[in-house]
């Protein structure tokens, strides 16, 4: 099992930067893969960003490629987003979930950290 647990969201400025961190607790860290979601008000949840156990990139969004990277550092049970160029559509509630290496089900998720981006 594990469990996480989003932080670093926050207001900013549109083109601006803001890392989010997920950070997770359990024995088996390493074993998932690691996914980002968004939700803003009003939308249906978008995956943004996906990452297998050994730190490659899989997926993004094309709304956020170019803009956005998904990264981990397993020594520290952390995963992080790393946004830049943040536009007001990226306002949105981002959420971190896990899922086993090999099939595209996330089954653990956190809570959800808010960004919000001003014009």
């Known amino acids: 099992q594990v469990q996480l647990v989003e932080s670093g969201g926050g207001l900013v400025q549109a083109g601006g930067s803001l890392r989010l961190s997920c950070a997770a607790s359990g024995r088996t860290f390493s074993s998932y893969a690691m996914g980002w979601f968004r939700q803003a008000p009003g939308k249906e949840r978008e995956r943004v960003a996906d990452?297998?156990?050994?730190?490659?990139?899989?997926y993004y969004a094309d709304s956020v490629k170019g803009r956005f990277t998904i990264s981990r550092d397993n020594a520290k049970n952390t995963t992080y987003l790393q946004m830049n160029s943040l536009k007001p559509e990226d306002t949105a509630v981002y959420y971190c979930a896990a899922r086993p290496a090999s099939r595209y089900v996330y089954d653990v998720w956190g809570q959800g950290t808010q960004v919000t981006v001003s014009s």
């Open positions: 990452i297998t156990w050994r730190g490659m990139p899989t």
